[in-house]
T-cell receptor, first 112, second 114 residues
Framework: DAKTTQPPSMDCAEGRAANLPCNHS???????VYWYRQIHSQGPQYIIH???NNETNEMASLIITEDRKSSTLILPHATLRDTAVYYC?????????????FGTGTRLTIIP | NAGVTQTPKFQVLKTGQSMTLQCAQD?????MYWYRQDPGMGLRLIYY???????DKGEVPNGYNVSRLNKREFSLRLESAAPSQTSVYFC?????????????FGDGTRLSIL
């Protein structure tokens, strides 16, 4: 699995877009970028994943640079409920047998 | 929708005691996982089961055993608890297939070993 680097913490004003960066300069061609988040000691929650194209779902958007060495998770209109630790994970797919490795993530605090 | 259910939610043990953490999922998932999370750290994989009847070690398996009782249930056993096993334990599941299926997590079991 490729090593990822995330800032330990970030703040964002409520209603603004939250942009969470992740560096993964050693990513291999078959490795995907996955994002999960963990709200206050609950179990992690899947957000989004992508290979090289930008992805969007009802929760967030994922922007992956053309060289795939970094990515940004975007929460378009952050709410207080988005306060959580966000984990960026890079690994090759093994569908149905995903041995995820969680680092320490980015603690995002949404400010009222 | 129950999803992934873990029992108990909290437990305090004395060093040397044994205990089994229970996990059940109602989503008909093939794969199940056990993670531990120490304070201020990310989750680390203890054991996983890719299908009923199979189990494999993860990153930190020492001191633990698992049983995939059936497709729904995956238990984690501490035979002789040690203070270093004080942690929050999460169970997760997902389905196999040709496309990525995200893992669904339970709410965790908070275990303290005195």
């Amino acid at each position: 699995d490729a090593k990822t680097t995330q800032p330990p913490s970030m703040d964002c004003a409520e209603g603004r877009a939250a942009n969470l960066p992740c560096n993964h300069s050693t990513i291999s061609g078959n490795e995907y970028v996955y994002w999960y988040r963990q709200i206050h000691s609950q179990g992690p929650q899947y957000i989004i994943h992508g290979l090289k194209n930008n992805e969007t779902n009802e929760m967030a958007s994922l922007i992956i640079t053309e060289d795939r060495k970094s990515s940004t998770l975007i929460l378009p209109h952050a709410t207080l409920r988005d306060t959580a630790v966000y984990y960026c994970i890079v690994r090759a797919p093994n569908f149905g047998n995903e041995k995820l490795t969680f680092g320490t993530g980015t603690r995002l605090t949404i400010i009222p | 929708n129950a999803g992934v259910t873990q029992t108990p939610k909290f437990q305090v043990l004395k060093t040397g005691q044994s205990m089994t953490l229970q996990c059940a999922q109602d989503m008909n998932h093939n794969s199940m996982y056990w993670y531990r999370q120490d304070p201020g750290m990310g989750l680390r994989l203890i054991y996983y089961s890719a299908s009923e009847g199979t189990t494999d070690k993860g990153e930190v398996p020492n001191g633990y055993n698992v049983s995939r009782l059936n497709k729904r249930e995956f238990s984690l056993r501490l035979e002789s608890a040690a203070p270093s096993q004080t942690s929050v334990y999460f169970c997760a599941s997902n389905s196999g297939g040709a496309a990525y299926q995200p893992q669904h997590f339970g709410d965790g079991t908070r275990l303290s070993i005195l």
